[in-house]
T-cell receptor, first 115, second 113 residues
Framework: DTGVSQDPRHKITKRGQNVTFRCDPI?????LYWYRQTLGQGPEFLTY????????KSRLLSDRFSAERPKGSFSTLEIQRTEQGDSAMYLC?????????????FGEGSWLTVV | AQSVSQHNHHVILSEAASLELGCNYS??????LFWYVQYPGQHLQLLLK????DPLVKGIKGFEAEFIKSKFSFNLRKPSVQWSDTAEYFC???????????WGAGTKLIIKP
């Protein structure tokens, strides 16, 4: 399968613990995105990488959130000192800016439940 | 600021009924428009997209959408729905940033067999 893959698919953690999610984008894609989705809502943009450079972070992203893409391939999203409000689906997506437009392909998401 | 409105949060139809889901956006410049679908328990999948050219675009599974620039709309249509179309449908737009998608809140579609 050459789609976007995310790991783990589900994570249950206690409040205050740190969690890390991994995303492997489609191999030739230079852009990588993290979104968050809660039930009944569309995805909310969190952050965006072009190659290894993190070009934008949403104001939604508190200091407890950090994302990296060290070699311009896979990415990690870490949440420190988790809170119950962090419970959501964390979506990774990738795209390749070639030609017109910019079609974004999503992974299956990582469900986080903070108890 | 850009925004996307999907007016129907829940739609219930019988099989073989025709479908139209509304999507309106607010942005004055050039836009790229997308419809994504999320089947129960699955990830977001691209249904169709509009970048330029013919404003009537055809996607997978018999879906189509029409871009009407004067109305800032990109409504999704299907002439005859099937039970397997039960899913949540999201309209999304990207504009001047060209990378950040702005999403509608989604429409949950339930098809009664």
């Amino acid at each position: 399968d050459t789609g976007v893959s995310q790991d783990p698919r589900h994570k249950i953690t206690k409040r205050g613990q740190n969690v890390t999610f991994r995303c492997d984008p489609i191999s030739e894609h230079n852009r990588l995105y993290w979104y968050r989705q809660t039930l009944g809502q569309g995805p909310e943009f969190l952050t965006y990488f072009q190659n290894e450079a993190q070009l934008e972070k949403s104001r939604l992203l508190s200091d407890r959130f950090s994302a990296e893409r060290p070699k311009g391939s896979f990415s990690t999203l870490e949440i420190q000192r988790t809170e119950q409000g962090d419970s959501a689906m964390y979506l990774c997506a990738s795209s390749n800016q070639r030609g017109a437009g910019n079609t974004i392909y999503f992974g299956e998401g990582s469900w986080l439940t903070v108890v | 600021a850009q925004s996307v409105s999907q007016h129907n949060h829940h739609v219930i139809l019988s099989e073989a009924a025709s479908l139209e889901l509304g999507c309106n956006y607010s942005y004055g410049g050039t836009v790229n428009l997308f419809w994504y679908v999320q089947y129960p328990g699955q990830h977001l999948q691209l249904l169709l997209k509009y970048f330029s050219g013919d404003p009537l675009v055809k996607g997978i599974k018999g879906f189509e959408a029409e871009f009407i620039k004067s109305k800032f709309s990109f409504n999704l249509r299907k002439p005859s729905v099937q039970w397997s179309d039960t899913a949540e449908y999201f309209c999304a737009v990207n504009g001047d940033s060209n990378y950040q998608l702005i999403w509608g809140a989604g429409t949950k579609l339930i098809i009664k067999p």
